[in-house]
């Protein structure tokens, strides 16, 4: 089992900026792949951005793409989501997950095996 606890949501004004935090314990050594969704009320979780334990490498979705920054740090294993030049649609609760081993698509909720309670931002226009 991985245990994933979220921080850093909170409320921002348009144009803000704010750095969520993912710290993951327990089972770590078997991390292979996180992730950052989001959900807002009557829609689906949505795919924001994702990274390979092991290198490193990011995958964003377009709608973050310049805006979202993922990155980790190993030692603390802890994955952070920098968003930058927010927006009143970027309110929403957001998720981080944890792909343990190798496959799976790294942007479909299905293929992550561990999620975190959700951080709520709040973005004010």
């Known amino acids: 089992q991985v245990q994933l606890v979220e921080s850093g949501g909170g409320l921002v004004q348009a144009g803000g900026s704010l750095r969520l935090s993912c710290a993951a314990s327990?089972?770590?050594?078997?991390?292979?792949?996180m992730g950052w969704f989001r959900e807002t009320p009557g829609k689906e979780r949505e795919f924001l951005g994702a990274v390979s334990w092991s290198n490193g490498v990011t995958s964003y979705a377009d709608s973050v793409k310049g805006r979202f920054t993922i990155s980790r740090d190993k030692s603390a294993i802890t994955m952070y989501l920098q968003m930058n030049s927010l927006k009143p649609e970027d309110t929403a609760v957001y998720y981080c997950?944890?792909?343990?081993?190798?496959?799976?698509?790294?942007?479909?909720?299905?293929?992550?095996?561990?999620w975190g309670q959700g951080t709520q931002v709040t973005v004010s226009s």
């Open positions: 327990g089972r770590s050594f078997s991390l292979y792949r």
């Open positions: 997950a944890a792909k343990a081993y190798g496959g799976g698509d790294y942007s479909n909720v299905g293929s992550y095996d561990y």
